[in-house]
């Protein structure tokens, strides 16, 4: 079955560093990968999406990879904040055309990054 | 533009009883899909829905559970003769009918079965 793999441990990181997320995916081969931010008693926030022909993506200081032979997502949090630290959650997807563009997404469980001052 | 509006916020229903979710999607989204979140887990995708319209219902336990966007109004998730494993947060994401991008999310429902 399809699987999604993310740092299942919390990340602490100094203010100011660069914080790595890791994405991995088995017996899937997604189109596109999302990441999303989601904070504690809230819904996810949609942050990246990323296309299986795009090798990387930024958005101000964040930068998504996308390496379909490794199966793989990096997301990086460059020169993080405190405002930063909430739980990142990745979402391959891969829509069918069928049943009227079927495009339910399928989730990692996250990671919970805390930058510390 | 208000974003996806869910409520209640929390909702405490018996064992037993009806809890009805509501969820109104972002204008311009005609596109519904309904999580469920327990503590340490997660999002499981419980169904997707256009207007009038059950497109994926996959993810949504066969019985107790139903859900419905009709043409005027929220997306109702709804789940009779709850039990204490219903307990959980319940999200609703909408997004526009065509393109690729990322899905918008409301504040969710957090259902508790006492």
């Known amino acids: ?117 | 533009n208000a974003g996806v509006m869910q409520n209640p916020r929390h909702l405490v229903r018996r064992r037993g009883q009806e809890a009805r979710l509501r969820c109104s999607p972002m204008k311009g989204h005609s596109h519904v899909y309904w999580y469920r979140q327990l503590p340490e887990e997660g999002l499981k995708f419980m169904v997707y829905l256009q207007k009038e319209n059950i497109i994926d219902e996959s993810g949504m336990p066969k019985e107790r559970f139903s859900a419905e966007f009709p043409k005027e109004g929220p997306s109702i998730l709804r789940i009779q003769q709850v039990v204490r494993g219903d307990s959980a947060a319940y999200f609703c994401a909408s997004s526009p009918p065509e393109g690729t991008w990322g899905y918008t999310f409301g504040s969710g429902t957090r259902l508790t079965v006492v």
């Open chain 1, 1 to 117: 079955s399809q699987k999604i793999e993310q740092n299942s441990e919390a990340l602490n990181i100094q203010e100011g560093k660069t914080a790595t997320l890791t994405c991995n995916y088995t017996n899937y081969s997604p189109a596109y990968l999302q990441w999303y931010r989601q904070d504690p008693g809230r819904g996810p926030v949609f942050l990246l999406l990323i296309r299986e022909n795009e090798k990387e993506k930024r958005k101000e200081r964040l930068k998504v990879t996308f390496d379909t032979t490794l199966k793989q997502s990096l997301f990086h949090i460059t020169a993080s904040q405190p405002a930063d630290s909430a739980t990142y959650l990745c979402a391959p997807l891969r829509p069918t055309y069928n049943a009227g563009n079927n495009r339910k997404l399928i989730w990692g469980l996250g990671t919970s990054l805390a930058v510390n001052p």
